[in-house]
């Protein structure tokens, strides 16, 4: 019987174990946390957003764009559903978003224990893990935590480290299944990165994704708190790199809101360039993002013609946010009082452009703290895509947010951990060339 030690008790972690274990494998996961699966909590803010039924190869992201989808293709988002339903949990479909049926986080994390604890896996908390000496058997060294006291407050419990104790873990396979660098209060903090570089794998430079975008302008801090239905243009240097639409939301520092987030990771990865002049990065707004630019002067022209009589001031009321509007007359150069009718035609495009096309110069994004995925990880060119197996280390295996790979909001980074956990934890079990799934 092989036996497999994962460094991660996360979802693409515990997803690894249970096939592994499934596999006929003994398995032994390595946690470093106090508890198995936090990041499983705070997602769906606190709903869990476990897959979603859209699949496509875009909704995936990394140097190698087509690596995630070919994970994705091997275990579906019907297989993630399937097993799901078969440990207890009935989804409920939200315009293609996946839930429990209950829209508790708690649920999806619940079943997943469960599972492991009904296969026998062994689970190791508190444990950090300092190096991985490859070979036969893989020879783990780690640290265990000790906590022997608690200082309580009315807010929170805290652990306070008492001491630390050698512990050596033995294994035919590790794999690594630590995350990457985003949120790293729920134990991603780029330590797996570290233990992958030092088995001689190349690491793409992490930045923050889904993430809120800072902006430069001060009229952000009029918007403060307003959400409006728009699209989000991502420009660097010019040229379009993304593009979404649906609800934005305005923060005094920028954008926030999904479709901020799904162009977030262009503007991390420009600035996170190494080079010696800093790009230009641009967030165009488009607050008629289901007119074309022909179609959206045709509307405005004819709601001129309608509310001739009206003062500019109130010429948006009923059609965007009353701050949006007068913002939008403010940066036209255009007196509130001023009547609709009276309008030039150079005012009049003034306000076409920037209805469709509100500029703002993007700064940077939030850090890893606010970031709900990293950008980057382990390089997908030195891991076999059919296996999640290293082509450097034999016996390595990768799952989850370390590797290269991020996938757009709506339960796709979710989907990335199941996919890739089922095939890591499948495939580091299969002894002489044969299945025993």
Known sequence: MKRILIIGGGASGMMAAIFAKRSGADVVILEHGNKLGKKILATGNGRCNFTNIEQRPDCYRGDEPTFGWNGIRQFSAQDTIRFFLELGIYSKNRNGYLYPHSDQASAILSVLLAELDRLGVQVETNIEVKEIFPGKPFRVRAVRHLFSEERKSKKRTILVKTGEEAVPFKGDAVILACGGMAAPSTGSDGSGLALAETLGHSI????????????????????????????????????????????????????????????SRYASKAFGRKENEMPEVRAEIDFLPEFTMEQAAAFLKNRIRLLEDRPMDQFFVGLFHEKIGQLLVRLASLGGEKKAGDLEEDEIQRIIKLTKCLSAVVTGTNGFEQAQVCAGGVSTKEIDGETMESRIVPGLYFAGEIMDVDGICGGYNLQWAWSSGQIAGRHAAIEDGKENI
């Not at 959400?227 to 243009?233: D, L």
């Not at 991502?234 to 901020?260: H, N, R």
């Open 204 to 263: 793409v430079s992490c930045t923050p994704a889904l993430v809120q975008i800072c902006c430069r302008e001060s009229w952000f801090r009029e918007l403060s708190g307003v959400r409006a239905s728009a699209g989000i243009r991502l420009l660097v240097d010019g040229e379009i790199q993304a593009a979404d639409t649906g609800e934005v939301q305005f923060t005094d520092y920028g954008l926030s809101g999904i479709p901020a987030f799904q162009v």
